[in-house]
């Protein structure tokens, strides 16, 4: 990639991720972020067609960046406590990106976008399971309640919640067998 093209991307993100600490997706404005940023808005257009699809682009780095550092993510299932743990890790080095893309609400996208990737994986290497109905809405309440969890509870990072969360999740997965 041109090292323009890289500077002025990162320098688009960067002034989104400062307005976005500061409030609420919905509140951004192309003009805004395009002085910080210091680029004409055309300059924005250029890469992105709106603010959301930003965010939602920079959500999805975060997503694959998760997915990526747990090359075990079908785990899930099989050993919920660990996969609740190397999430927590992965939380905590990028608290700040997280708190930032994912804050008022947004956690849902996360979540959700983890829950299916996660799924899209453990099916893939086990198809026999895709038709269980039971094993699939264990998947799902692992992922939704666990995770909803973390972000409620974590952002301080105490071991004892992730302790605990690994240990209901383990409970969970041992009482749908």
């Known amino acids: 990639m041109d090292l323009r093209v890289q500077r002025t991307r990162k320098s688009i993100v960067n002034a989104f991720l400062q307005l976005r600490a500061k409030q609420p997706l919905e509140k951004i404005s192309v003009k805004e972020l ?3 940023a210091v680029i004409n808005k055309a300059t924005f257009y250029l890469y992105f067609k709106d603010i959301y699809e930003l965010a939602e682009s ?10 990526k550092e747990m090359p075990e993510i ?7 406590s660990e996969c ?17 893309l994912f804050s008022n609400g947004r956690q849902e996208i996360f ?10 994986v453990v099916y893939e290497k086990n198809p026999e399971l ?13 992922m939704q309640g666990v995770l909803n969890a973390l972000f ?26």
């Open 111 to 120: 979540i959700s976008q983890l829950e299916k990737k996660v799924k899209s």
């Open 34 to 36: 395009s002085d910080l």
């Open 130 to 142: 895709r038709s269980n109905l039971k094993y699939d809405l264990m998947l799902t309440v692992l």
């Open 74 to 80: 079908d785990l899930f299932a099989s050993n919920p």
């Open 152 to 177: 409620s509870n974590d952002f301080q990072h105490r071991p004892e919640v992730v302790s605990s969360l690994g240990e209901i999740a383990d409970s969970i997965v041992i009482n749908c067998k």
């Open 58 to 67: 920079l959500e999805y780095e975060l997503i694959d960046t998760v997915l």
């Open 84 to 100: 609740v743990f190397k999430i927590a890790e992965c939380i905590k080095a990028k608290g700040k990106l997280f708190e930032v």
